[in-house]
């Protein structure tokens, strides 16, 4: 056998005992789902804003990060949901390189699963206690998402996993909004089979066990641009993109139609700077045609303390990615204000 098991970890229940969430921050948590959930309902108009780092690395450069989010909220909240991305797992195309704070909560030493999943949650817990805000984070491995599922209040499905059945059943179990990416081909059908397959109902084998659920029904598309098959970026934010895909919504029997527009990845062809012209394209392209005002709800944007990106091997600069490069904090406040002036 070529799997070894190294040691149990524990239950989620286990670890939610030991690192709860306070009824403070319980309430919070209710607030901050009722608020978000109001968006993709259409109950409110503000416009949803997920920032923040590719992945998160660093709890004490991430706290400070989202505590500067919050500052900032404070002064747009009447127009903006402003949402961290607090990203703890990191897909590796190849399987090489550094896969998040789960896997490495000091990311130039070994792995350390057991550290990582008590990492993540002190750092989610933190961010919010510091902030007044929960935080978003990718679904990578569904059955680890059990330890976070009682602080976040939106997960996203990434390119690499979206076809995959298991996290489509998952997505149907939450109750908070669920993005599905398209896939790195940039194919719509295949994204929106997962927004289906996701706000239906079903049953299946899930941590050990067997269980039911309702049907998510406020799962709904991300669009991250795509590749060819020749490797180069084809983005899917310009003004057409987004009409055909209203179009395709129209032909499903789908709730709360809904995309989020994701401004860095194949739709900027990871040229960080890019997402500031992107985010207002998008802004444009919503504001010239109510229909797609109702459908774009928000933009998602890779922003740290410091801009760019650096290898793991360096010596570290604080609150600079060690992933994909991220607009700095300048530009990110600046941009953040710019979104809610026209929204």
């Known amino acids: 056998m070529t799997m070894k098991i190294n040691k149990p970890l524990p239950q989620p229940a286990d670890l939610k005992a030991e690192y709860p969430l306070s009824k403070t921050m319980k309430e919070l948590k209710k607030r901050r789902d009722e608020e978000i959930r109001a968006v993709f309902t259409g109950e409110s108009d503000k416009f949803i804003v997920l920032v923040g780092p590719c992945s998160a690395d660093n709890e004490q450069a991430v706290c400070e990060y989202v505590g500067r989010i919050a500052r900032v909220n404070e002064k747009v909240s009447d127009r903006l949901v402003l949402i961290p991305r607090i990203y703890t797992n990191k897909p590796r195309t190849t399987g090489e390189g550094?896969?998040?704070?789960?896997?490495?909560?000091?990311p130039d030493k070994a792995p350390d699963l057991l550290a990582g999943i008590i990492a993540i949650r002190k750092m989610?817990?933190?961010?919010?206690?510091?902030?007044?805000?929960?935080?978003?984070?990718?679904?990578?491995?569904?059955?680890?998402?059990?330890?976070?599922d009682d602080l976040l209040s939106y997960e996203a499905v990434g390119a690499r996993s979206v076809e995959n059945q298991q996290h489509r059943l998952v997505a149907s179990g939450m109750d908070i909004p669920v993005g599905m990416k398209n896939p790195t081909s940039g194919d719509f059908a295949v994204m929106l089979n997962s927004v289906i397959a996701a706000q239906h109902a079903h049953n299946f084998i899930y941590r050990g066990y067997d269980v039911t659920t309702d049907g998510n029904e406020l799962a709904h598309a991300i669009l991250r641009g795509g590749v060819d098959k020749y490797g180069a970026c084809i983005p899917n934010y310009h003004y057409e993109d987004l009409v055909r895909l209203l179009a395709m919504y129209h032909k499903l029997d789908l709730k709360n139609p809904a995309a989020i527009v994701d401004v860095n990845h194949s739709n900027s062809n990871k040229k960080y700077k890019e997402q500031?012209?992107?985010?207002?394209?998008?802004?444009?392209?919503?504001?010239?045609?109510?229909?797609?005002?109702?459908?774009?709800?928000?933009?998602?944007?890779?922003?740290?303390?410091?801009?760019?990106?650096?290898?793991?091997?360096?010596?570290?600069?604080?609150?600079?990615?060690?992933?994909?490069?991220?607009?700095?904090?300048?530009d990110t406040e600046a941009l953040l204000y710019r979104i809610a002036e026209s929204c």
């Open 276 to 330: 500031i012209r992107i985010v207002s394209e998008v802004l444009h392209s919503r504001n010239y045609n109510p229909e797609l005002k109702k459908l774009i709800k928000g933009v998602m944007i890779e922003s740290y303390l410091e801009e760019g990106s650096q290898p793991i091997e360096n010596q570290r600069v604080y609150g600079k990615s060690i992933t994909d490069p991220c607009l700095g904090w300048t």
């Open 98 to 106: 550094y896969k998040g704070m789960l896997h490495q909560p000091e």
């Open 124 to 148: 989610h817990i933190h961010a919010m206690e510091i902030s007044g805000l929960t935080a978003a984070d990718e679904m990578l491995y569904p059955e680890n998402r059990s330890y976070l």
